[in-house]
């Protein structure tokens, strides 16, 4: 990694700032901030800083619509928000998928829209955490803040995640390295225990590594539970484990005064998907019975479980929400995002704040292609090259005040850092103007079919 | 006896909605009703003469008098025979999702392939499917921990992923292979499986029984050996030859039973 030396060329320091990156939500950083840009990020890991310091290269900066020719034409607002509106309201199985990294406030005008035309509303959950969502609602959710494990826990498990690269600030501030109340030495104190196929950087500085074999994930934990129960195992090996590792790992776990088990899309979307998390989630039952174990989902986007929270309390399902008949509805398989494009159901996709293009399956984009593509977003990437109405908006946490959930569910409050580029809009207004514009056309078509 | 025959002359890009059109609600319906109605399609209805030919004949004094008839390829119709209590109801083609599902009594055929979710949360009746299902047949709805009670599922084709999930009650005969996680959190109901099995039968079962005859990929390790039965009686019905039976799954304190035949299975014993 080359030296980078510190940034000093700067006229003010926004504290205590938050990261609009991943689920950690870091709310300690400070934005070094000079001619309403943010030059420089201090606290932040590598990712988030090199995310909230703008790329105003690769900004959308203005409305603009797809031509005849194929390519994307700049317009002013009304034109892009009409054209817009148009789609939606004429739409027959519209999607609006997205959401994950805007804030709670446009969410909220996004659950009217939906409900107003009847459609599938879905956030990146549908391709991450969504089994693990699955599995709470079948069996529970053995929760606890980053706080208390921060202050209690002395075994750290990780499973099918890999928080040194996709979370790097999660050890150092939330789990492994900080001094916590009881646990007064910090890293001294804990044990970190990887379980995960792939050798990962966290695997390496673990003080355990169990590597399970792929797709073994719910034979692994079936015998762990086993273990528990006071079985001796038969079989020599589970899921490439030898079975004394297992008999010993169990005993350790019962052992601990207070563990916390993180996991990752390593157990969402392997084999077995809900069920993995399930298993896990039982198995924490199983260990409560001796001491405190709670778990937590590794979350992706910084508002991601802001979604599911907020869909969850409003509509009662957590993502994927369908109200294509009137009321909402859920159901995996039929109402998610990529069974109805590969389906080739959806005739309109509305994408906020995602980028659908660079993540969907082959099949799922290649429809994208096909149908009329609303983007919402601040930067242009593979999904701009696929939409025919992109509408800037504006960066949450850093140009625009929201609020959002990390990934144990505690909700922070983003604060605004610099003022955005004056030709974009904030989400919260786009969507709110756009459910004004749809209510309009359809109350047009309401009296043209009264008469 | 009324036969109501529809005949597809237009597939939908998106998937129609058939609960409303089954026979409890449509048993006293003329032709001209089914012309007037509209079917759910997206956050739209539209008539159902843009996707079918309808004939109806005869009279029904109620539905169990009633045989629908649904030719064609029904892959994009969701919810046939949706909380149906009483009729028949015979595919001609391959029916979509949640065929079946929530019915009470009455018989639906599909002569082809079933997509995911057939006879989810069945209470009784019969479904019996020609070709092939996808996943989470004769499953709960999602979250809920009681599937299937009540009726059978016959499927001659293979079977996808967590078959029967939370069944309690009823009977599911597959004739193919099964994926994983067949009778996953079952706590009733019987399970016949003829063909392969890939993994991880009954996972985190409480009660219930599960057979298989043919090959079982890998075995969960909650499962503990019990002894080897010969010529086993479960449910009323019996099976010739030997059978490993095993007890689980232990990690949910399970009393169900694991049949698998010894023949094909010596590696376990």
């Known amino acids: ?451 | 006896m009324k036969t109501i025959t529809l005949t597809l002359k237009k597939k939908s890009p998106i998937a129609l909605e058939f609960d409303e059109l089954i026979p409890d609600k449509v048993f006293d319906w003329e032709k001209v009703d089914f012309e007037k109605y509209q079917v759910p399609v997206g956050n739209r209805r539209f008539p159902l003469t843009d996707y079918f030919d309808i004939e109806v004949e005869g009279d029904a004094a109620g539905p169990e008098e009633v045989k629908m008839i649904l030719d064609g390829d029904f892959g994009r119709v969701k919810y046939i025979g949706c909380k149906m209590g009483a009729g028949e109801i015979i595919v001609n083609g391959d029916a979509d999702l949640h065929c079946g599902a929530e019915m009470e009594g009455g018989k639906i055929t599909v002569n082809g392939n079933a997509e995911s979710y057939a006879g989810r949360e069945m209470k009784g009746g019969e479904l019996e499917i020609m070709g092939n299902t996808r996943e989470f047949c004769g499953c709960s709805y999602i979250g809920d921990w009681r599937g299937m009670s009540g009726g059978k599922i016959t499927l001659h084709g293979s079977a996808g992923k967590q078959l029967g999930e939370c069944l309690s009650g009823g009977e599911i005969y597959v004739k193919g292979d099964c994926d994983i996680l067949a009778g996953i959190h079952m706590n009733k109901g019987f399970i016949q499986i003829d063909g392969d099995v890939t993994r991880w039968p009954g996972g985190q079962m409480k009660n219930g029984n599960i057979l298989v005859k043919g090959k079982l990929g890998i075995l969960l390790e909650g499962f503990v050996y019990d002894s080897v039965v010969a010529d086993p009686v479960i449910d009323g019905k019996s099976f010739s030859g030997k059978y490993i039976k095993y007890n689980g799954d232990i990690a949910v304190n399970g009393k169900g039973n694991l049949y698998l035949n010894a023949e094909k299975n010596r590696e376990f014993l």
């Open chain 1, 1 to 451: 990694m080359a030296y980078e030396p510190p940034v000093t060329d700067y006229d003010e320091i926004v504290e205590n700032g938050t990261c609009a990156f991943c689920g950690c939500n870091c709310d300690d950083l400070d934005f070094l901030v000079k001619d309403g840009h943010v030059v420089g990020v201090r606290h932040a890991c590598r990712l988030g800083a090199s995310k909230v310091m703008e790329d105003m290269d690769q900004r959308l900066l203005v409305p603009m619509i797809r031509d005849e020719n194929g390519e994307l034409q700049e317009v002013d607002w009304d034109t892009a928000l009409d054209k817009a509106a148009e789609l939606i309201a004429n739409a027959v199985r519209p999607i609006f998928y997205g959401w994950s990294e805007t804030s709670i406030e446009t969410m909220k005008h996004g659950i009217r829209l939906g409900e107003l035309v009847g459609a599938v509303l879905d956030n990146q959950a549908t391709i991450c955490h969504g089994p693990s969502l699955q599995a709470v609602q079948n069996v529970g959710y053995p929760v606890a803040t980053l706080g208390e494990i921060k202050n209690r826990a002395d075994m750290i498990v990780y499973t099918g995640s890999n928080p040194m690269n996709s979370h790097p600030r999660h050890l150092s501030r939330y789990s492994t390295f900080p001094r916590g109340w009881f646990r007064q030495r910090g890293r001294f104190d804990r044990t970190l225990v990887t379980m995960d196929p792939k050798y990962s950087d966290t695997a390496k500085m673990s003080d355990i590594w169990i590597g399970f074999e792929q797709n073994g994930d719910y034979g692994f934990y079936n015998a762990i539970r086993a273990a528990l129960r006071g079985k001796e195992i038969d079989q020599d090996f589970v899921s490439g484990i030898p079975k004394e590792d297992i008999m010993e790992l169990a005993e350790a776990m019962k052992n601990v005064q207070f563990g916390a088990l993180y996991f990752g899309l390593g157990l969402t979307h392997t084999l077995s998907k809900q069920r993995n998390i399930d298993m896990a989630i039982e198995m924490l039952a199983d260990l409560n019975k001796y001491t405190k174990w709670v778990l937590t989902p590794m979350r992706g986007h910084f508002n991601v479980n802001g979604f599911n929270i907020f869909m969850a309390y409003e509509m009662g399902f957590p993502y994927g929400v369908d109200f294509c008949r009137g009321y909402p509805r859920y159901m995996n398989g039929e109402t998610n995002t990529i069974d109805l494009l590969t389906r080739k159901e959806c005739d309109v996709f509305m994408v906020i704040a995602a980028d659908p293009g660079a993540h969907y399956p082959g099949g799922a984009v290649k429809h994208l292609a096909e149908i009329p593509v609303i983007q919402v977003d601040i930067h242009w990437g593979p999904s701009t090259e696929i939409a025919d109405v992109v509408l800037p908006g504006s960066f949450i946490g850093v140009e625009c005040a929201g609020t959002s959930y990390r990934m144990d569910g505690v909700p922070i409050h983003m604060k605004k850092a610099v003022d955005k580029p004056e030709t974009c809009r904030d989400d919260e207004w786009i969507i709110r103007e756009l459910h004004e514009r749809v209510q309009k056309i359809k109350a047009e078509e309401a009296a043209v079919a009264s008469k």
